[in-house]
């Protein structure tokens, strides 16, 4: 049996609040959904934008949570012979479990923002340093003023290496998770034209995520991408907050960790690079120049963190994209395959035209054709139609043979593609449905991407039903 998460006096010593019921002395995670709780862990009944926590405390202890953090004004409403602690904001409690998890843990922590690229550097930062000790990660896109803590709290004593994500909307988000996280090396993926609603420029952008320097551990170490038109401001703003160990990667080879040489294959690339001065040749399982480039980053950190750079370097291999984030999955078609390339998770111009990159480089089987499923990209303000027109270029330079498009801003686009590449258009993302599923044929190479408000998941959900995944076919 597994070594309990919290034992139950450190867990109130560090969330605050009074216990009331039979409550155990061991907790053996924490838990938000009631849905996935395990036996003998802790759920917190934080109140989110559509749900409240406290009305499926009663399902959690009936699943076994060793004890609810509630709120005390909440109380009258639950169970009376429950395992409470009680709090006066359980969030709060949240963050404060966070904070001492961080504080009793002696491992080496990263925390990686940027417009995009998190999740998948987060990930490549867990599979890579697997290979030297214990790490504790993130799961999912958990990097937001309740994930972050989640993620704290749930770091168990004796984690070696912990990877943290950390995003943000607005100015004044990153702060507060930062020096909850408390980083020795923190990476910036890149700055890009992304939630220019909240935003007046991309400077400003640039600022909110240097946000990040504010919680680096001292003498730490900031890992910057070169190549982005930021750099100079970032390297600006990290020197203001103290920062004076700054690293940098990209295809420049005045950057510390750069490329020399990269070969792409079907599925993925084989790099040569120098990360800070040690030569290294790996080969990265998913496909697409910003793969390459954030691994530089992502090795960078492996040595900084004093983790073995060679059997990092070998993990990489095993890098898949996830779902809805580049994951590719081979369809059964008559007697052929489609292969489909699934970016529906999330867009903005920066991940938009680095997924239309990857469709062009992805090989295709004539008479099969490169096929873009876009949605609108959100959140872009008064800049949308500009943005989403912009994508013209993008199109053309990756050879695409048709275009599938939803959605108000994305029009402007579909406006200005040739009548040849012009596939379908359609109001919303369900309008498209029917359009798809018909013309699709052997050898199609298709990619769905859109914001995730657009809602292009069930596009390929859909894809997926007519033309079953070959792999499940196998296996059935």
């Not at 680096?216 to 890992?223: S, T």
């Not at 600006?236 to 940098?248: E, I, Y």
Request: hydrophobic fraction near 45%; charge should be negative; aromatic fraction near 4%.
């Amino acid at each position: 049996m597994s070594d309990p998460l919290w034992k139950l006096d450190s867990f109130v010593e560090a969330a605050g609040g009074s216990l009331k019921g039979d409550v155990g002395e061991e907790i053996m995670g924490v838990s938000i959904d009631s849905r996935s709780l395990e036996p003998g862990d802790a759920f917190i009944a934080i109140r989110g934008d559509r749900l409240d926590g406290h009305d499926y405390v009663a399902a959690a202890l009936e699943a076994g949570a060793a004890l609810a953090v509630v709120a005390e004004s909440r109380m009258s409403d639950l169970p009376e012979d429950g395992r409470y602690l009680v709090v006066p904001d359980p969030l709060a409690a949240m963050r404060l479990l966070g904070i001492a998890a961080r504080e009793r843990s002696h491992a080496k922590i990263i925390a990686v923002t940027g417009s995009v690229g998190k999740t998948g550097t987060k990930e490549a930062l867990r599979l890579t340093l697997e290979q030297s000790g214990k790490v504790h990660a993130s799961v999912a896109s958990f990097n937001n003023h309740w994930g972050v803590p989640l993620t704290l709290a749930r770091m168990p004593a004796d984690t070696e290496f912990g990877v943290f994500e950390i995003g943000m909307n607005h100015a004044g988000e990153i702060t507060p998770l930062v020096r909850m996280v408390r980083p020795h090396v923190v990476i910036i993926t890149t700055v890009q034209a992304v939630h220019l609603e909240f935003f007046e420029s991309v400077e400003k952008i640039a600022q909110a995520k240097a946000e990040i320097f504010d919680g680096l551990e001292p003498g730490g170490i900031a890992i910057l991408n070169k190549d982005n038109r930021q750099y100079d401001l970032l390297r600006f703003l990290a020197a203001a907050a103290g920062v004076s160990h700054v690293q940098t990667f990209g295809e420049d080879p005045g950057a510390d960790s750069h490329t020399e040489n990269v070969v792409g294959y079907a599925g993925g690339s084989s790099v040569d690079a120098s990360i800070a001065g040690t030569e290294i040749t790996y080969k990265i399982g998913a496909p697409g120049r910003h793969h390459i480039k954030n691994s530089l980053a992502v090795l960078t950190a492996v040595q900084d963190v004093g983790a073995d750079l060679a059997k990092a370097g070998l993990a990489l291999d095993a890098m898949r994209a996830p779902r809805g984030r580049g994951e590719v999955s081979h369809l059964k078609i008559d007697t052929g395959e489609i292969t489909l390339i699934d970016e529906s998770y999330n867009a903005n111009p920066a991940s938009m035209r680095a997924a239309l990159a990857v469709l062009g480089e992805t090989p295709v089987s004539r008479p099969g054709r490169r096929i873009a499923v876009l949605g609108d990209m959100r959140e872009l303000g008064v800049d949308a139609d500009r943005l989403h027109a912009g994508l013209l270029g993008p199109v053309t330079d990756a050879g695409i043979d048709g275009v599938y498009c939803a959605g108000p801003h994305m029009h402007t686009l579909w406006a200005q593609l040739p009548h040849e590449l012009r596939s379908h258009y359609a109001e919303d993302a369900k309008g498209l449905e029917d359009a798809i599923l018909s013309d699709a044929r052997p050898g199609d190479v298709v990619m769905i991407k859109g914001s995730l408000g657009t809602r292009m998941g069930p596009l390929v959900e859909a894809l997926k039903k007519e033309y079953p995944p070959a792999d499940d076919t196998a296996a059935a």
